[in-house]
C-alpha cells in the first residue's frame, strides 16, 4: 500500500469519526443532516459513500436490480414452493410415484404415471400433425411468398395463437368431437380394422381430439419461430445455390439443413407448449387415467388432472400429490424449454 | 441416349420444385383453416344470446332461461387489473434492468429464466398461486387469481421492455447525456419515453394473454354466480364460464358459453383498440 492510499483512508476514516461524533453529540442533526446548508460537508459525505456516482442513479440501478433478482428468484421459489408443498406424497410414495400405473383417490394410491403417458402421447400426436404443416408454411413464408401475401398471413398465424385456449376447447368439444366421433374415427377403423392404434368404440372424447386440438395449438409457434430461424440464414448461401443452377426448392432444402438445429429446437418449444396446454386437451381427452395403445380411447394429461382434480382434492395426501404433479410438469416443461431455448440461440447467433 | 437422361433429370427436377413448392402452399392455407373455422362458430353460437341482458344481468338459477354474466366480466377485467398491478411495475423494472445495466453474466441468467419461465405451464403457475395465497388465506380468493396472471404476465413485458429500449438509438442516450442529464433522468424520461409504444404493445399482449386464461383460475378465483368486486372472495371471470358452461348438459348453458366466447374475443380486441388509440403516435 502506498503512503498515499494509507493517507486517503486514514483521512476518510477521521471524516467518518468526526460524522459519528457529530451524530451522538447532536441527534436533532441527524435529521436535518439532508436539509442543512452546509453543501461543502453534504456533498463530501455522499462522495464518501458514492463514489463518482450521482444519487438518483444508484437509486435507479439498485431499484431495477432488485426486480431483476425478484425475477431470478421467483423461478427457484416456485420450484421450491411445489416441492414443500408435496413432500406428504414424495415421502409417501417415493420414486414408485413414477413407475406404477393407477391413480386411484378413492384407494388413496397415486402414481403419475397414466398421467405423464397421456400427456407424452397427445403431444407427439400433435406433432405428427403439426410438424409438416408448420414447417411448410414457414419455408412458404420465409422462402415463397411474396411480401404481400406473407404480411396478412404471418399476422393470421399468429391469430391462432392469440385465440384464448378454452375457446379452442370449447370448438373442440361442439365441432371437431362430432366430426371426428363421426367421421374420422369410424373411417380410422375401416381402413385398419386390426390396428392395436385404433380400438375401442368410437366416442370421440379421446387421445386423438386432444391430438388434433393441440396440433392447431402448437402450429403457430413452431412455423412462427421456424420461419424467424430461416429468414436468419444469410441470402449469399441461397444465391450461391441458384448460381449452382438448383431450383428454388433445392435452394430452399439447401437453407432448410443450414437452419436445421434452430428448426428443431422450435420444434421443442412446439412440444413443450403442447406438454403445458391445458384447457383444450381436458375438454376433450375424456380424462380417464389409463394406458392404453389405442389413440381411439379416452385418456388423461397431468395439466388436465390437476385442472379437474384439483379443487376436489379431500384429503392432505390427495393434493399433495397432485401438487407433485405439478412439480413433474415444472420439471418436464423446464427441461424441455431449456434445450429448445439454447438450440434456437445457437442458429440465430451463428449468422450474426 | 446421354441427352434425354439429362433432360429426364432436368424434368424431374422440375416436377419436384412445382410439387413441394404448391405443397407448402396448401399447408399454408390449411393452417389458417381452423382459424376460420373457430371464429366461424364463435360468431355463429355466439350471436344467439349477444344482446344487452347479457351485459347486464346476473346469471340465472338451472332451469332458468336468460340471464346474463356482467359479474363475469367486471370480474375478468378486475382480474387482469390486479395481475397488471403486480405484474407491470416488476416485469418493466427487471426489463430496464436487462436493458440498461444487464450486459453482465446475471443480466444474461435473467433473461435466460424469463424465457424459460415463458414457457411454464400456466396450470402450474395456479398451483403456486395456490399454494402462495390460497393456503395460507384458507379460501379462493382474486387476489389468488391476480397473482397466478401476475407471474404469467411477468416474462413477456420484461423482455419486450428490454428489447423495445434496445431498439432506441444511442444517439439520443448520449444527447442527453451530453446536456448534463443525470444517467437515471436520461434512462425514465429520454430513452423510456420513445420505447414506450412498443413496450405498451408488450403490456397489451400480456394482458390480453391473461385475459383468456382459465387454467390458473380454477383453483385460485374459483368462479362466483352471484356479484362479487370483493378481491378477498371467490370471483367469477369469463373464461371459468366457458368452462363450466361449455361440460354441462344443459342446452341454453351451452350457448350461453359460445356468447361467453364470443365476448371474450371481443374483449381482448377492445383491449388492443383502446391500447393502440392511448400510444398512438402525437408528432
Known amino acids: ?32 443532516f439532508f436539509k442543512k446548508s452546509d453543501e461543502k460537508k453534504r456533498s463530501r459525505f455522499l462522495k464518501k459513500i458514492l463514489g463518482d456516482k450521482n444519487l438518483g442513479d444508484i437509486v435507479f440501478e439498485r431499484l431495477t436490480l432488485l426486480f431483476a433478482v425478484l425475477v431470478f428468484l421467483l423461478v427457484l421459489f416456485m420450484a421450491w414452493e411445489m416441492y414443500s408443498n408435496s413432500e406428504l406424497s414424495i415421502n409417501k410414495f417415493g420414486w414408485k410415484f413414477l413407475i406404477t400405473t393407477t391413480w386411484d383417490p378413492y384407494a388413496e394410491n397415486f402414481s403419475a404415471l397414466p398421467m405423464i403417458f397421456g400427456t407424452i402421447v397427445s403431444s407427439l400426436l400433435a406433432l405428427i400433425i403439426a410438424v409438416p404443416l408448420g414447417l411448410s408454411v414457414a419455408i412458404f413464408l420465409a422462402e415463397l411468398a411474396p411480401a404481400w401475401l406473407e404480411k396478412p398471413l404471418s399476422f393470421l398465424t399468429e391469430l391462432l395463437a392469440a385465440i384464448p385456449s378454452v375457446v379452442y376447447g370449447l370448438w373442440g368439444i361442439f ?19 386390426n390396428s392395436p392404434f385404433f380400438q375401442g368404440a368410437p366416442y ?28 436468419s440464414v444469410p441470402d449469399p448461401l441461397r444465391e450461391a445455390a441458384y448460381g449452382l443452377g438448383a431450383t ?3 435452394v430452399t432444402k439447401t437453407v432448410f439443413t443450414n437452419a436445421r ?27 380417464r387415467p389409463q394406458i392404453t395403445a389405442s389413440i381411439l380411447k379416452p385418456a388423461s394429461t397431468i395439466a388436465g388432472a390437476l385442472a379437474n382434480e384439483f379443487s376436489e382434492a379431500s384429503s392432505d395426501l390427495y393434493l399433495s400429490a397432485l401438487i407433485e404433479l405439478a412439480l413433474i410438469l415444472f420439471v418436464i416443461t423446464i427441461i424441455i424449454n431449456i434445450f429448445a431455448r439454447l438450440l434456437v440461440w445457437g442458429t440465430e447467433r451463428r449468422w450474426k | 441416349m446421354e441427352i434425354t437422361t439429362k433432360h429426364l433429370t432436368y424434368y424431374r427436377r422440375k416436377a419436384t420444385n412445382v410439387i413441394m413448392l404448391s405443397f407448402s402452399f396448401i399447408a399454408a392455407i390449411i393452417t389458417i383453416v381452423p382459424l376460420f373455422l373457430v371464429f366461424y362458430y364463435t360468431v355463429k353460437e355466439g350471436a344467439t344470446y349477444l344482446n344487452l341482458d347479457f351485459f347486464t344481468k346476473l346469471p340465472t338459477p338451472i332451469g332458468e332461461p336468460g340471464g346474463g354474466m356482467v359479474n363475469a366480466i367486471v370480474g375478468t377485467l378486475i382480474l387482469i387489473g ?16 436487462l436493458s440498461e445495466f444487464g450486459k453482465n453474466k446475471f443480466g444474461a441468467l435473467v433473461r435466460f429464466l424469463a424465457d424459460v419461465m415463458s414457457g411454464i405451464p400456466s396450470i402450474v403457475v395456479g398451483v403456486v398461486a395456490y399454494t402462495l395465497v390460497v393456503l395460507p388465506m384458507k379460501h379462493f380468493s382474486a387476489l389468488a387469481g391476480g397473482v397466478a396472471l401476475a407471474i404469467l ?35 425514465l424520461f429520454i430513452v423510456l419515453k420513445t420505447a414506450w409504444k412498443g413496450i405498451a404493445t408488450g403490456i397489451l399482449l400480456g394482458l390480453a ?32 364460464f366457458i368452462y363450466e358452461y361449455s361440460k354441462a348438459p344443459f342446452k341454453d348453458w351451452n350457448e350461453q358459453a359460445w356468447t361467453a366466447a364470443l365476448v371474450l374475443i371481443m374483449l381482448i380486441s377492445v383491449l388492443s383498440l383502446v391500447f393502440k388509440f392511448i400510444t398512438r403516435s402525437k408528432y
Not at chain 1, 175 to 193: A, G, M, S, Y
Not at chain 2, 173 to 186: D, F, M, Y
Not at chain 2, 216 to 234: D, E, K, M
Open chain 1, 1 to 32: 500500500m502506498t503512503n498515499a492510499k494509507v493517507f486517503q483512508i486514514s483521512r476518510f476514516l477521521k471524516t467518518i469519526e468526526v460524522e459519528l461524533v457529530n451524530i451522538r453529540e447532536s441527534p436533532a442533526e441527524i435529521q436535518n
Open chain 1, 175 to 193: 365441432v371437431l368431437v362430432p366430426w371426428l366421433r363421426d367421421v374420422v374415427e369410424p373411417f380410422l377403423q375401416n381402413q385398419f380394422p
Open chain 1, 204 to 231: 370421440g372424447y379421446d387421445m386423438l381430439a386432444g391430438g388434433v386440438i393441440l396440433s392447431i395449438m402448437v402450429l403457430p409457434i413452431i412455423s412462427s419461430i421456424s420461419r424467424d430461424v430461416l429468414k
Open chain 1, 248 to 250: 428454388k426448392w433445392e
Open chain 1, 261 to 287: 438445429s434452430g428448426i428443431l429446437g422450435a420444434i421443442i418449444l412446439g412440444f413443450g407448449r403442447a406438454v403445458g396446454e391445458t384447457m383444450a386437451v381436458v375438454m376433450v381427452i375424456g380424462s
Open chain 2, 82 to 97: 390486479i395481475g397488471g398491478g403486480i405484474g407491470i411495475p416488476v416485469g418493466m423494472l427487471s426489463g430496464i434492468y
Open chain 2, 153 to 187: 404476465m411477468i416474462p413477456t413485458i420484461t423482455r419486450t421492455t428490454e428489447e423495445m429500449i434496445k431498439l432506441v438509438p444511442h444517439s439520443y442516450r448520449e444527447a442527453g447525456l451530453a446536456l448534463g442529464i443525470s444517467k437515471w433522468k436520461t434512462s
Open chain 2, 209 to 240: 394473454r391473461a385475459a383468456g386464461e382459465t387454467a390458473p383460475l380454477l383453483f385460485t378465483a374459483l368462479g362466483n354466480r352471484f356479484w362479487s368486486t370483493n378481491i378477498f372472495r371467490p370471483i367469477a371471470s369469463l373464461t371459468v
